[in-house]
């Protein structure tokens, strides 16, 4: 896990040692543990990276790491299966002088070409420049957990992993009002239909499951996807059969995350995804586990866990560490999460998840395990029931399943009445419906300024699944728009403090498996996961298992906004929107304290992104 940077250009001089390291400064915080930086011959081609050690600690895995006198490659992230390619590859005739998954990927690229990610489980972002061709390779993991920036002014190629290294380098800052006008209306932050889209202007971001080719002596610049998952359900597995997978998936998923020449910690929210994580890594029984666990706790707040937490922390006699922020903490705490994340998001759940970050490095964890990815993959947000009543309703399944009563019977109040029932049987004019509507509602956003809003009203983003059912929702909010964000926000937190956060849920043949599986494995009898709770309920408490008050990752964000410090902040936030043109000057004065997922959240919004505007 480390930080990336490059400069590739068809004029000689401009790519030099001294530029690329001063680049690969903002970056340090990525890759604490050394630095470093390589030019050709002719300074057109420069490579820098900082060094996160996980994977072979030893001088011989640093980076920028050469490979046959012929290849030079960068690397950001993990490659879980480096031990079973890297057997392949000797047995092909390759030679390693390390014991790094990166060398492993570089020896991969020469023995296959592009067609290497094929064969990678990992997340990654990686950059191989071809001395023989002229010609840079890189490529971002399947689900876009590691992230690539790039600038192309069609006379050189600027790439690295955040924002500001492009910067650093003269890559322009300039804000994307576009993107701001759909987060500030509908809380999006990237654009379903155009996934390089980013806050800035000039900046684009490689999508996930994506490479990049570019040869600079002939100013050509390609992009092509490498990986397309295509749901087929085999709607003839049997409960038995699909248990029984999933528990061999997940383990396998499991067993290659727990990897590593450093101490390994789980994140422990105390709801079932983090706690189904700690019960199999105790099944795996991997010597690197280090038995610590860490888990946001917020006292006097209903939505709190730590009781359930500290339970199965007990159970599996982690070190159980509570991570707290005080209140007087939060406006410095947002100056400092906002510089890293250079881009805005939507609640303050994000704060928190920086400070258990935090906490795990100081504490000595640099790698954590983590239940990112479960909802989306398993069904394990409320709204997802509406889909899946859709999917019955339109085939005449909905009263004889039951599953409307008995989600009704767990306290599921997702609606389902007229609306509903007419997007299950005309999707196609319901879609239609609900962008006019939303349209209409984002255009009429009294708090914008009436100019910003008058220019920007045409390029609403808004956008539905393709297909009306669960696994359409599913596979929407994992490649579409949804996943991606949270990734985003878990990888610059936890790089901020030198942490990688690997996702054990997020492995490829795993949710290609699950995307095999019809809506019912995934809802059953009112509860969503159905499952993972059915794989892990001879692990765990059943209270937990089967809990029906899906919590999720929430702080006190409304107590929180109600602080005077804080109430300043987003004050002087708005004024700053109002200064360059995005707010009306008569809604600046006004706030209204929410909580992080309430539907109308537009002062948090405000205030995060005020931050575009800062230097």
């Not at 001088?59 to 920028?64: D, G, N, V």
């Not at 993991?141 to 492009?166: A, M, N, Q, V, W």
């Not at 706790?297 to 006699?317: H, L, M, P």
Request: aromatic content about 12%; some cysteine.
């Amino acid at each position: 896990m480390c930080g990336i940077a490059g400069i590739i250009s068809a004029s000689k001089g401009q790519a030099t040692v001294q530029r690329i390291s001063a680049s690969t400064a903002c970056l340090r915080h990525r890759g604490p543990d050394s630095e470093g930086a390589w030019a050709d011959e002719h300074s057109m081609v420069a490579l820098g990276h900082t060094r996160l050690g996980i994977i072979d600690l030893s001088s011989a895995a640093l980076q920028p790491l050469h490979y046959r006198g012929r290849y030079t490659i960068i690397h950001n992230g993990e490659l879980y299966n480096y031990q079973e390619l890297r057997a392949s590859l000797i047995s092909l005739g390759a030679v390693f002088r390390s014991q790094s998954d990166t060398e492993v990927i570089v020896a991969a690229y020469a023995a296959w070409g592009i067609k290497c990610l094929e064969s990678f489980d990992g997340m990654f972002a990686f950059a191989i420049w071809d001395k023989q061709e002229g010609q840079l390779f890189a490529a971002r993991d399947r689900f876009g957990e590691k992230p690539f920036f790039y600038h192309y002014d069609g006379t050189g190629l600027l790439f690295g992993s955040e924002i500001k290294t492009l910067w650093s380098l003269g890559a322009e800052k300039q804000v994307n009002s576009a993107m701001l006008y759909n987060y500030l209306t509908i809380g999006y932050t990237s654009n379903p239909g155009d996934q390089e889209e980013t806050f800035y202007q000039g900046i684009s971001r490689l999508p996930a499951a994506s490479y990049l080719l570019y040869t600079p002596l002939q100013q050509k610049l390609e992009t092509g996807r490498y990986w397309q998952l295509y749901p087929e359900e085999d709607r003839n597995i049997s409960d038995s059969e699909a248990i029984a997978q999933f528990r061999a998936l997940f383990g396998t998923s499991i067993e290659r995350r727990l990897r590593s020449d450093v101490a390994i910690g789980t994140s422990l929210s105390g709801g079932l995804d983090s706690s189904a994580i700690v019960a199999m890594c105790a099944k795996a029984t991997s010597d690197s586990y280090s038995h610590k666990c860490f888990t946001a706790s917020f006292e006097n707040f209903e939505k709190d866990e730590t009781a359930a937490a500290a339970s199965v922390a007990a159970q599996y006699g982690l070190q159980h560490h509570l991570v707290r922020i005080p209140e007087d903490e939060l406006v410095p705490l947002m100056g400092r999460v906002m510089k890293h994340q250079e881009e805005p998001f939507g609640s303050a759940s994000v704060l928190a998840q920086y400070k258990v970050y935090e906490a795990a490095r100081k504490e000595g964890v640099k790698v954590l395990l983590d239940g990112q990815g479960a909802d989306e993959v398993l069904a394990g947000y409320r709204h997802y029931y509406s889909w899946y009543w859709q999917e019955l309703y339109r085939s005449r399944k909905l009263s004889s399943s039951g599953e409307l009563s008995l989600a009704r019977k767990l306290g599921v109040d997702t609606a389902f009445g007229t609306s509903q029932k007419m997007a299950a049987v005309l999707p196609e004019l319901a879609a239609g419906l609900h962008q006019s509507r939303k349209a209409k509602k984002a255009a009429s956003h009294t708090d914008l300024d009436p100019d910003f809003r008058f220019l920007n009203k045409r390029n609403l983003y808004y956008s539905l699944p393709s297909s009306f059912s669960l696994n359409g929702a599913l596979y929407f909010s994992t490649f579409v728009h949804g996943l991606e964000e949270l990734l985003r926000l878990a990888d610059r937190n936890s790089m901020a403090h030198g942490v990688e956060v690997r996702l054990p849920y997020l492995s490829h043949e795993l949710v290609s498996f699950l995307f095999t599986l019809p809506a019912r494995f995934k809802i059953r009898e009112g509860h969503s996961k159905w499952l993972l709770r059915k794989a892990v309920e001879d692990m765990l408490p059943l209270s937990l298992v089967w809990q029906s008050n899906k919590i999720g990752f929430e702080p006190p964000q409304q107590r929180w906004m109600e602080s005077p410090a804080v109430r300043e902040a987003i004050l002087e936030g708005k004024k700053k929107l109002a200064e360059n043109g995005v707010l009306d000057k008569a809604a600046v004065k006004k706030i209204k304290p929410h909580s992080s997922y309430a539907a109308q959240n537009g002062d948090w919004r405000y205030w995060s992104a005020s931050y575009l505007f800062g230097d």
